[in-house]
């Protein structure tokens, strides 16, 4: 079965700090990657997503991830947090469509 | 409508009752999925449909648990005899195919 770690549960952060949330899976073959948000009382919502290809791949709001096979990581990252970036951050994998196993989330606080 | 929609937003049930969760997906969509997320963890995949057809019901924790999609619309997920550990926010989420799964604002069912 496959398996997401997210090893950072709370993060606090000052604006314009830059941020990386770290991202391990354990499934040996072809995976499918993504990255959600959660806003305070809103729904989750897709921030990236990797299926092939070039394997840094660019979302919204100035967000990025790197998948490396190799570590078996898709870790997220920003150069520089806003206030409003404060969420909750999941990663999840699947090997088919959506059905998606995610990790436990990191929740992300930024200082103004 | 716009999103997903899920009713009720909150549930409040004694331990025994059956209750009936709603998901109406983004109209057209293909799949629906639901999901089970406890507090402090991530979602946890329960099942899938395909317009009407259960594709999979591997993540449906035991037998108290059913869900329907009767004309490939909107879904029911069922869980007769409720107990206390099945207090959690319970997720949908519809997608076109394959791709992007847009979530709904979620069920948060309390059994006491």
């Known amino acids: 079965a496959q398996s997401v770690s997210q090893h950072n549960h709370h993060v606090i952060l000052s604006e314009a700090a830059s941020l990386e949330l770290g991202c391990n899976y354990s499934y040996g073959g072809t995976v499918n990657l993504f990255w959600y948000v959660q806003y305070p009382g809103q729904h989750l919502q897709l921030l990236l997503k990797y299926f092939s290809g070039d394997p840094l791949v660019k979302g919204i709001k100035g967000f990025e991830a790197e998948f490396i096979k190799s570590k078996f990581s898709f870790n997220l990252r920003k150069p520089s947090v806003q206030w409003s970036d404060t969420a909750e951050y999941f990663c999840a994998v699947s090997r088919a469509g959506n059905m998606l196993t995610f990790g436990g989330g990191t929740r992300l606080m930024v200082k103004p | 409508g716009a999103g997903v929609s899920q009713s009720p937003r909150y549930k409040v049930t004694k331990r025994g009752q059956d209750v009936a969760l709603r998901c109406d997906p983004i109209?057209?969509?293909?799949?629906l999925y639901w999901y089970r997320q406890a507090l402090g963890q991530g979602p946890e995949f329960l099942t899938y449909?395909?317009?009407?057809?259960?594709?999979?019901k591997s993540g449906l924790p035991n037998d108290r648990f059913s869900a329907e999609r009767p004309e490939g619309s909107i879904s029911t997920l069922t869980i007769q005899r409720t107990e206390q550990r099945d207090s959690a926010m319970y997720r949908c989420a519809s997608s076109l195919d394959m791709d992007e799964a847009f979530f709904g604002q979620g069920t948060r069912l309390t059994v006491v």
């Open positions: 449909f395909n317009y009407e057809a259960q594709q999979d």
């Open positions: 109209s057209g969509h293909v799949s």
